[in-house]
C-alpha cells in the first residue's frame, strides 16, 4: 500500500510538472552503438512476425514506447513497405525523469527527430481513439509486480481492459504483435486473449543474431479479419 501511494505522488509531480533538461544528445559511443544493434533486433523482430503487403498508406501504433529509443528501427521496417508513413508511439510515464534529469519525453525527441510523420503521444492508451494498420507491443505489464516496480500507480494496472482497447484500434485487416518477458508472462497474455475470444497466433521464442537478452522473449501475432 505504501508502494502505491509512494507512486501516486511521484507520478503525479512528474506529470504536472513535466520536468527534464532540454535538448537531449546521446554522445556516448558505447550506448549509440547499443542503439544501433537495438534498432537492428527490433527491424529483425517485425520481419519475422508480420506479413505486410506494400501498401500507399500504413499507419502504426506502438504502445508503451517509453523513450523509444528503436523508433528508427519501427520506421525503417514499416517505410520500407509503403509510400506514407504514419508512426505513433504512446506512454503513460513520458515525464519520468532519469538520474542524468531528461526525461523520456526529451530523450525520445533525440530518437525520433529525423523521422517523418513520427508522434511521440504522452498518454494513457485508453484515451487513443484513432485505428491502425499494425500496432507494436512489447513487454506489457500484465502481472501486478513488474508494474508498481517500475513506479506506476495501480489505478493503471488494467491488463485486459487496456488489450481489449488496443484490439479495437485495430483497422479490418490490421495486425498487432505482442512480445512477452519469459515463459510464464507468455501463458499469462494467452489465457488473456482466450477469455477475451481475440484470435492469435502464439509465435513461440523469437530470437535474433543482433541481440539476446537474458530471458527469452515469446511473440504472439494477432489479426483483425
Given at each position: 500500500m505504501?508502494?502505491?501511494?509512494?507512486?501516486n505522488?511521484?507520478?503525479?509531480?512528474r506529470s504536472?510538472t513535466?520536468?527534464?533538461?532540454?535538448?537531449?544528445?546521446?554522445?556516448s559511443e558505447?550506448?549509440?552503438?547499443?542503439?544501433y544493434l537495438e534498432?537492428?533486433y527490433?527491424?529483425?523482430l517485425l520481419e519475422q512476425?508480420?506479413d505486410?503487403?506494400?501498401?500507399?498508406?500504413i499507419?502504426?501504433?506502438?504502445?508503451?514506447?517509453?523513450?523509444?529509443?528503436?523508433?528508427?528501427?519501427?520506421y525503417s521496417?514499416?517505410?520500407n513497405?509503403?509510400?506514407?508513413?504514419?508512426?505513433h508511439g504512446?506512454?503513460i510515464d513520458?515525464y519520468r525523469?532519469?538520474?542524468?534529469f531528461?526525461s523520456?519525453?526529451?530523450?525520445?525527441?533525440?530518437?525520433?527527430?529525423d523521422?517523418?510523420?513520427?508522434l511521440?503521444i504522452?498518454?494513457?492508451?485508453l484515451?487513443i481513439?484513432?485505428?491502425y494498420?499494425y500496432?507494436?507491443w512489447i513487454?506489457?505489464?500484465?502481472?501486478k509486480?513488474p508494474?508498481v516496480a517500475w513506479?506506476l500507480p495501480?489505478?493503471?494496472f488494467a491488463?485486459?481492459?487496456?488489450l481489449?482497447?488496443?484490439?479495437?484500434?485495430?483497422l479490418n485487416?490490421?495486425?498487432?504483435?505482442?512480445v512477452?518477458?519469459?515463459?510464464k508472462e507468455?501463458d499469462?497474455?494467452?489465457?488473456m486473449?482466450?477469455?477475451?475470444?481475440?484470435k492469435?497466433?502464439?509465435?513461440?521464442?523469437?530470437?535474433?543474431e543482433f541481440?539476446?537478452y537474458?530471458n527469452?522473449?515469446y511473440?504472439?501475432?494477432i489479426?483483425?479479419n
Amino acid at each position: 500500500m505504501f508502494q502505491d501511494f509512494k507512486n501516486n505522488i511521484d507520478y503525479f509531480l512528474r506529470s504536472k510538472t513535466k520536468f527534464s533538461r532540454k535538448n537531449f544528445v546521446e554522445k556516448s559511443e558505447s550506448a549509440l552503438f547499443r542503439n544501433y544493434l537495438e534498432n537492428l533486433y527490433t527491424y529483425d523482430l517485425l520481419e519475422q512476425i508480420f506479413d505486410v503487403n506494400y501498401q500507399d498508406k500504413i499507419s502504426v501504433l506502438d504502445i508503451g514506447c517509453k523513450n523509444w529509443f528503436y523508433a528508427k528501427g519501427e520506421y525503417s521496417f514499416f517505410k520500407n513497405h509503403c509510400n506514407s508513413l504514419s508512426l505513433h508511439g504512446v506512454e503513460i510515464d513520458a515525464y519520468r525523469v532519469y538520474s542524468n534529469f531528461y526525461s523520456r519525453y526529451e530523450v525520445a525527441k533525440f530518437y525520433t527527430k529525423d523521422l517523418q510523420n513520427c508522434l511521440y503521444i504522452p498518454d494513457n492508451l485508453l484515451n487513443i481513439k484513432h485505428r491502425y494498420n499494425y500496432i507494436v507491443w512489447i513487454l506489457p505489464f500484465i502481472t501486478k509486480n513488474p508494474h508498481v516496480a517500475w513506479g506506476l500507480p495501480q489505478r493503471f494496472f488494467a491488463p485486459e481492459k487496456l488489450l481489449n482497447h488496443a484490439y479495437n484500434l485495430l483497422l479490418n485487416d490490421g495486425q498487432m504483435l505482442i512480445v512477452n518477458q519469459g515463459e510464464k508472462e507468455a501463458d499469462i497474455q494467452q489465457k488473456m486473449l482466450e477469455k477475451l475470444k481475440i484470435k492469435y497466433e502464439r509465435k513461440g521464442i523469437v530470437k535474433s543474431e543482433f541481440l539476446q537478452y537474458k530471458n527469452d522473449r515469446y511473440a504472439f501475432l494477432i489479426k483483425n479479419n
